[in-house]
Nanobody, 124 residues
Framework: VQLVESGGGAVQAGGSLRLSCAVYGYYGWYSMAWFRQAPGKEREGVSFIGCDGKPTYADSVKGRFTISRDNAKNTLYLQMNNLKPEDTAMYFC????????????????????WGQGTQVTVSS
């Protein structure tokens, strides 16, 4: 199983980025999420999507980030608008175990597979 992120980069505050996570070798129904980790801070979940496609967002990104998934392409996305310097972090795609569907947000300890991460840097 491989989760491969892309789309990170450096933008100015107020800008936008779209992250993608291509999933290889893993099929079926399972919840996915985007986590991020800034230097010196714990990894935090920012956007979650259930098997039914229902999204959940951390308060810090609500109204600015949109998570979605294309099951036909086996790809997860994160559209990030109105980016702020505090959004600067390494962003990780995450998937839980097969046939496991969580609603709402959930802990990083439940992640079965992680991507390698993609860096997002927002300057003021």
């Amino acid at each position: 199983v491989q989760l491969v992120e892309s789309g990170g980069g450096a933008v100015q505050a107020g800008g936008s980025l779209r992250l993608s996570c291509a999933v290889y070798g893993y099929y079926g129904w399972y919840s996915m999420a985007w986590f991020r980790q800034a230097p010196g801070k714990e990894r935090e979940g920012v956007s979650f999507i259930g098997c039914d496609g229902k999204p959940t967002y951390a308060d810090s990104v609500k109204g600015r980030f949109t998570i979605s998934r294309d099951n036909a392409k086996n790809t997860l996305y994160l559209q990030m608008n109105n980016l702020k310097p505090e959004d600067t972090a390494m962003y990780f795609c995450a998937a839980v175990a097969p046939n496991v569907c969580y609603s709402g947000s959930w802990s990083a300890s439940l992640v079965k597979f992680w991507g390698q991460g993609t860096q997002v840097t927002v300057s003021s």
